[in-house]
T-cell receptor, first 110, second 110 residues
Framework: ETGVTQSPTHLIKTRGQQVTLRCSSQSGHNTVSWYQQALGQGPQFIFQYYREEENGRGNFPPRFSGLQFPNYSSELNVNALELDDSALYLC?????????FGQGTRLTVV | AQRVTQPEKLLSVFKGAPVELKCNYSYSGSPELFWYVQYSRQRLQLLLRHISRESIKGFTADLNKGETSFHLKKPFAQEEDSAMYYCALGGMNRDDKIIFGKGTRLHILP
């Protein structure tokens, strides 16, 4: 069992609202990445944080933003939610290139 | 540009038959290739990585730089191998992002 935990596990939001998803990294991992997994698709890279700084970003608009804290935990914030933002959001902490995933947060935008 | 292609969305194989899940990649540098697996109702987890040259649960994968492929193979399929398999590509640097293919669902027939 990995040490990456995400909260909440499920969330329902209304279009236009804002959401914050949280991730607690595995102990000793200083890199955290966020992925969006739409139904029937592979995980799509959103961005990565390394020692509290953004270190790479995928093809996602600026309303997707994040933070990494000194203890290496992380948040994903999404503003102005759209229906297409409905997906499973995965957090992964990594060390030496191997990523360990959390169980994900299922976000539904209605 | 980094890209991972898994040409098969679904692969059905009889129990005891050989399995090959195809993966091709595009990367300008020294790639690191992974196979991740997601069993029903479980989180995404690492199955194997090319750098370790291991056999996990009877699966092996060889990196072919000439063909830019990293196909996953198992000589004799077992029912418990039914799962979603994702090929993933990262770089050799610690902070390189990991890019996933769209995944192949492996269905083992009794």
């Amino acid at each position: 069992e990995t040490g990456v935990t995400q909260s909440p596990t499920h969330l329902i939001k209304t279009r236009g609202q804002q959401v914050t998803l949280r991730c607690s990294s595995q102990s000793g991992h200083n890199t955290v990445s966020w992925y969006q997994q739409a139904l029937g698709q592979g995980p799509q890279f959103i961005f990565q944080y390394y020692r509290e700084e953004e270190n790479g970003r995928g093809n996602f608009p600026p309303r997707f933003s994040g933070l990494q804290f000194p203890n290496y935990s992380s948040e994903l914030n999404v503003n102005a939610l759209e229906l297409d933002d409905s997906a499973l959001y995965l957090c992964a902490s990594s060390l030496g290139g191997q990523a360990f995933f959390g169980q994900g947060t299922r976000l539904t935008v209605v | 540009a980094q890209r991972v292609t898994q040409p098969e969305k679904l692969l059905s194989v009889f129990k005891g038959a050989p399995v090959e899940l195809k993966c091709n990649y595009s990367y300008s540098g020294s790639p690191e290739l992974f196979w991740y697996v997601q069993y029903s109702r479980q989180r995404l987890q690492l199955l194997l990585r090319h750098i370790s040259r291991e056999s996990i649960k009877g699966f092996t994968a060889d990196l072919n730089k000439g063909e830019t492929s990293f196909h996953l193979k198992k000589p004799f399929a077992q029912e418990e191998d039914s799962a979603m398999y994702y090929c993933a590509l990262g770089g050799m640097n610690r902070d390189d992002k990991i890019i996933f293919g769209k995944g192949t669902r492996l269905h083992i027939l009794p």
